[in-house]
């Protein structure tokens, strides 16, 4: 099953601040996060291993509550370059399964 | 250091042909994936290989073949291709494919199926 992100699009002005989630049905061992531009590759931003476990990139920032079968994004004071559509990926019976998607997009 | 190569990077096919989608990767990683992404959507898993000689199915195999006969290419075939199979087509790679390292990403290679 796909893991279900939510909200599916945002709209920011430059300098606030957005949370994306990722939420599962099935138990949860490894979240990853990447971001994708229009026309490219997914870039990574940052893997959860570990339940609790928070990691950061820049200004962006992750959680991982195990226990709630989720995770979070955190951006904050959002940036220009900031826009793109947020993936989440987590690992179900071998396999690397995308939610899919959250677009976000930083006005002027 | 070249990392994923996909080639080719555009292709348009009439429906029926066939074609095969070639991977490359020089990390000496066990796990590679084909995923494809349409329009508004996320990318969906269609074959996955966790090592020379071993692939299975994703979340939409029908329609495709691959085969890992050595640890650095993972070709993804479409036998005759159809309309529905106009896509973009990523492949990825990480060292085992256990979730706790970061895929890498081909450029992708964007099929038109006429």
């Known amino acids: 099953q796909q893991p279900v992100q939510s909200p599916q699009a945002v709209i920011l002005r430059e300098g606030e601040d957005a949370v994306i989630n990722c939420s599962s049905s099935k138990a949860l061992y490894s979240v990853h996060w990447y971001r994708q531009k229009h026309g490219e590759a997914p870039v990574f931003l940052m893997i959860?291993?570990?339940?609790?476990e928070q990691k950061g990139h820049e200004k962006i920032s992750a959680s991982f509550n195990e226990k709630k079968q989720q995770s979070s994004l955190y951006l904050t004071a959002s940036q220009l370059s900031y826009s793109g559509t947020y993936f989440c990926?987590?690992?179900?019976?071998?396999?690397?399964?995308f939610g899919q998607g959250t677009t976000l997009q930083v006005k002027p | 250091n070249a990392g994923v190569t996909q080639t080719p990077k555009f292709q348009v096919l009439k429906t029926g042909q066939s074609m095969t989608l070639q991977c490359a990767q020089d990390m000496n990683h066990e796990y590679m994936s084909w995923y494809r992404q349409d329009p508004g959507m996320g990318l969906r898993l269609i074959h996955y290989?966790?090592?020379?000689?071993?692939?299975d199915q994703g979340e939409v195999p029908n329609g495709y073949n691959v085969s890992r006969s050595t640890t650095e290419d993972f070709p993804l075939r479409l036998l005759s291709a159809a309309p529905s199979q106009t896509s973009v087509y990523f492949c990825?790679?990480?060292?085992?494919?256990?979730?706790?390292?970061?895929?890498?990403f081909g450029s992708g290679t964007q099929l038109s199926v006429l």
């Open positions: 990825a790679s990480s060292e085992t494919g256990t979730g706790e390292e970061k895929l890498f």
């Open positions: 959860l291993l570990k339940g609790g």
């Open positions: 290989s966790v090592g020379a000689g071993i692939t």
């Open positions: 990926i987590h690992r179900l019976r071998g396999k690397l399964i």
